[in-house]
């Protein structure tokens, strides 16, 4: 039985290193994709040290024939595609009102238009050979309100929907797309919002005054916390599940 290969966008931040790793364990071929070159070779280079089957693919998710580029040279290199992992993502904070042009055009050229040109440049290919999956990693964001965090949650909310959109499409192919919710995770993007030494206390008690519930579990996830959940629905242990959103934040949105 051949060996699945993956493409994982966002591949230089932390989770989707964590990502990377956890397929490249599982034995799939991966290509690691990211904008910052230096990071991802030095990322890719240790997984390859430790046996992984990884090769860095620097690129610019944003582009529409950057996307159908990749995917053909990937596919040169490693073979036809069986996973996606939209892992690409970019936080820009503010009020709604104050937000500039930029901050909304930059958040949703990564966000969401990067899971359309990757989703799109990717599943036309898998659709003749009548399989694949694709993960979507989105943020619990999406159907949760947040101050300060407008240009975020919306362009995670248009990815969601797309990706579950493309997954009802392209179900009789035997195509199956997901999406995997992360809250509050370990990672640079998360420590960015935090302005002082007690950022870590609110984010894990809440704060009232943005309207925010702490997290139930009382502690922040891991970014191998969400690789696990990406890998699984990736997995053939989620055959018969497709269209769905995986939330991982330790009950920060109380399950809804």
Known sequence: MREKTALVTGAAGGIGEAVVRALGERGASVAAVDKEGDRLTEMTGK??????????????????????????????????????????????????????????????????TGVFFMSRAVVSRMVPRRSGAVVTVASNAAGTARTDMAAYAASKAAATMFTKCLGLEVAQYGIRCNVVAPGSTETPMLTSMWQDDHGRTATLEGSPAAYRVGIPLGKLARPSDVAEAVAFLLSDQASHITMHDLTVDGGATLGV
Not at 50 to 79: I, K, N, W, Y
Not at 91 to 97: D, E, F
């Open 47 to 112: 997984l390859a040290a430790d046996g992984l089957r990884v090769r860095a693919f620097p690129a610019d998710v944003t582009s529409s024939a950057g996307a159908e580029r990749l995917v053909a040279d990937v596919e040169d290199a490693l073979g036809p595609l069986d996973q996606l992992v939209n892992g690409a993502g970019v936080l820009r904070l503010g009020k709604a009102t104050d937000l500039t042009d930029e901050d909304w055009r930059a958040t949703f050229a990564v966000n969401a």
